[in-house]
């Protein structure tokens, strides 16, 4: 009777249900272990009654990946584009952030979800109407994209914690000798000496990136 009950609750498999719970559940576990099987455990049903509403497992990759694009503030057009793609840029690094399984995900496939392209046509619009050509439209948020994806690779792989950068330093010393590598000693001796704390800075690169791209646009 418990049984039947439950089965009468559940609520309806759907597409939109299956994908949500393949964001949550390759969040938890990673997207090597993430598969149909395990997909189907979580949702309480076996396997193969996924293929009622997913194609494939590319298809689960694909639904993922736009879930994950809708999460990022999408730029305005019109008004002040810098902020705009600033704002969009420091989103995007907290919004794969907290999904560390999607960048890899997002530069190795070819994302045409409804999401994904809305956001990258807002983003070629916020440039253009800003004075940017489409070419460099292209070029600047291809750059700006790099930083994000590069910076948040690194710094979710990054072996250190922020709070052993010190300690780190004053450890592997003895393996940089003043006078074979003077500078990364005085930078290191730096970081020993908490002057430095020798974190790396998003905006610190976005910026550069931004007032860069400033001088290549027409004002209109």
Not at 5 to 32: Q, Y
Request: glycine share 8%; net charge negative.
């Amino acid at each position: 009777m418990a049984r039947k009950k439950r089965r009468a609750t559940r609520a309806p498999l759907t597409k939109d249900r299956v994908l949500t719970a393949a964001v949550a559940l390759a969040d938890e576990i990673g997207l090597a272990s993430l598969s149909m099987r395990r997909l189907g455990q979580e949702l309480g049903v076996e396997a193969m009654s996924l293929y009622k509403h997913v194609a494939s497992k590319d298809d689960i990759l694909d639904g993922i990946v736009d879930i994950v694009a809708a999460e990022i503030e999408v730029p305005k057009i019109g008004g002040d584009w810098k902020r705009a793609m600033r704002r969009r840029a420091i989103s995007a690094h907290e919004v794969l952030m907290r999904h560390p399984w999607a960048t890899m995900l997002i530069v190795s496939r070819a994302n045409v979800g409804p999401a994904m392209l809305g956001y990258v046509d807002a983003t070629i619009g916020c440039l253009t109407e800003a004075g940017f050509s489409y070419a460099v439209a292209d070029h600047a948020w291809n750059a700006i994209d790099s930083h994000v994806y590069g910076f948040t690779l690194q710094k979710l792989n990054f072996p250190f914690e922020p709070d052993e950068y010190a300690s780190v330093a004053e450890a592997f010393l003895p393996m940089i000798p003043v006078d074979r590598y003077p500078h990364l000693h005085g930078l290191s001796q730096e970081v020993i000496a908490r002057r430095y704390d020798g974190l790396h800075d998003f905006e610190f690169g976005l910026d550069l990136i931004l007032a860069g791209l400033e001088g290549l646009r027409t004002e209109r």
